[in-house]
């Protein structure tokens, strides 16, 4: 998503959600669901990581210029489209 100094990955998954086997003896749906995850990865110190999701975690893992710029502009770690505004913004 972001390639600069600081990278930014999002990668997707799908799951598959198994109807319940007695589905039709209690008259709901009985299809199998698919569902579409997506997550966000970052590059530090020539590795991928997850991006966190506690906020110990995050200061753990991320630059203090990351945490600086975010606080600054007023952006959540918790939101996907802040994230991707941050790494967008710290290049």
């Known amino acids: 998503m972001v ?5 930014l990955y999002k990668v997707y998954d799908i799951k598959i959600n ?8 209690l008259n709901i749906e009985s299809v199998d669901k698919v569902v579409i995850i997506s997550s966000l990865y970052f590059e530090k110190d020539n590795q991928i990581i997850k991006f966190p999701t506690s906020k110990k975690e995050i200061k753990a893992n991320l630059s203090t210029e990351i945490l600086k710029t975010a606080k600054e502009e007023k952006l959540s770690l918790k939101k996907e489209e802040d994230i991707i505004k941050l790494f967008q913004l710290l290049k």
Do not use: G, M
Not at 3 to 7: A, G, L, T, V
Not at 18 to 25: G, R, T, V
């Open 3 to 7: 390639e600069d100094k600081n990278k």
């Open 18 to 25: 198994k109807a319940p086997s007695d589905a039709k003896l």
